[in-house]
């Protein structure tokens, strides 16, 4: 008999979701973490906005499942007394060759059955009267939301559950024997194991490595992940005000761009930037040396700030299966039995939007197992 039921592999957001929701009828659960603590690399980096769904492909995954995990995320949020705040957001057109990107981003919103209003110059001046613009998207669904408060309610809800949540667990292989998995995995330089009959590898950064421990070539199955930098940079109180909800700029194939973030403590933050960096590299510094180039891509939405008004504050790294100049992916999200791995999840490529996502990841993930 198996040491476990379930073993997820990642506490981050969506293990975490994973874990929480599993573990209301299948107790017997064991979360993973290779960190102190859990949600402490991308789930912990981000921009922590609940994402409407306006610009992923229709029928895709990150499509159906932002939608579905963003009306869940509001009903968490007033349930159970998770920061949040419905911001709104503006798509800000600073040309008037952009307005006539709007007609495509109106179809493929309203496909993803997500609510977009046209404004014109005067009505989007009139929400915000400091951004440069020659008409606008609105957006009602989008707000923001504390990871971390979210992350919590995971956290206590699969202990509350009777999960267990095993940190500093960093995993170092996995085979299958018979019908269960063995999963080893090293603790301060002592490697030990346990077995699970089912295993779900939500493990974010690494998780094409984890596929890989279990047999599955991520070179030939286009798995391999890209580390994709994105830095943040805050805005002097003075000048804080200057816009009251996200703001973004009309989006490119890699990227949304470098938007405004107002978060839950009034702080303003510009960011992210797109920064494909190599060998896999762990590096969360935000440079002074890109200030000018920051402030340039900021004035684009608000003109009044100067490069002195802003501050390096912090970075995050997705793991994004798309490859640079690429076409965009969409999330992998596979119960891998054609592979002869019955009981084996694979979460691959869980960018953005999976904060948004991480509530309907996890009922996906139980409709596929269970």
Not at 74 to 98: D, F, M, N, Q, W
């Amino acid at each position: 008999m198996a040491d476990f039921e379930i073993a997820v592999i990642g506490a981050g957001v969506v293990g975490l979701a994973i874990a929480a929701r599993l573990s209301q009828h299948h107790p017997h659960l064991v979360l993973l973490e290779k960190n102190e603590k859990y949600g402490m690399e991308t789930s912990s980096r981000n921009s922590e906005v609940i994402h409407a769904g306006l610009f992923y492909e229709p029928g895709s995954l990150k499509a159906r499942l932002c939608v579905e995990g963003r009306d869940e995320l509001y009903s968490l949020c007033k349930v159970h007394g998770i920061g949040y705040r419905p911001l709104t957001k503006l798509i800000t057109a600073t040309t008037t060759t952009e307005l006539e990107e709007f007609d495509s981003i109106r179809q493929n919103a309203a496909e993803n059955g997500v609510e977009l209003q046209v404004l014109d110059k005067t009505a989007a001046l009139k929400l915000e009267p400091n951004i440069r613009t020659e008409g606008a998207l609105f957006s009602p669904l989008t707000g923001i939301i504390s990871a971390h408060d979210l992350m919590d309610y995971f956290f206590h809800t699969a202990q509350s559950n009777g999960g267990i949540v095993q940190h500093r667990c960093q995993v170092i292989g996995i085979r299958q024997v018979n019908s269960e998995y063995r999963i080893t995995f090293d603790e301060a330089g002592s490697r030990s194991s346990v077995t699970s009959e089912i295993v779900i590898n939500a493990a974010g950064l690494g998780s094409d490595l984890i596929a890989q421990m279990i047999g599955i070539d991520i070179n030939k199955e286009d798995l391999r992940l890209s580390y994709v930098k994105g830095s943040y940079f805050s805005i002097t109180q003075s000048k804080a005000k200057l816009i009251s909800r996200l703001v973004y700029p009309m989006p490119s194939n890699e990227e949304l761009g470098i938007h405004s973030l107002i978060d839950l403590g009034g702080r303003l933050k510009f960011g992210p930037d797109l920064e494909y960096l190599e060998d896999r590299t762990i590096d969360y510094s935000v440079v002074e040396n890109k200030r000018h180039v920051f402030a340039e891509s900021i004035r684009r939405i608000l003109p009044a700030i100067n490069d002195e008004d802003i501050t390096p504050d912090m970075s995050g790294i997705r793991p994004k299966l798309q490859k640079k100049g690429a076409p965009a992916r969409d999330f992998v999200i596979v119960h891998e039995t054609v592979r002869g791995l019955s009981g084996f999840v694979n979460l691959i490529g869980i960018e953005s939007p999976g904060l948004t996502s991480s509530p309907a990841i996890a009922r996906y993930v139980e409709q596929l197992l269970f």
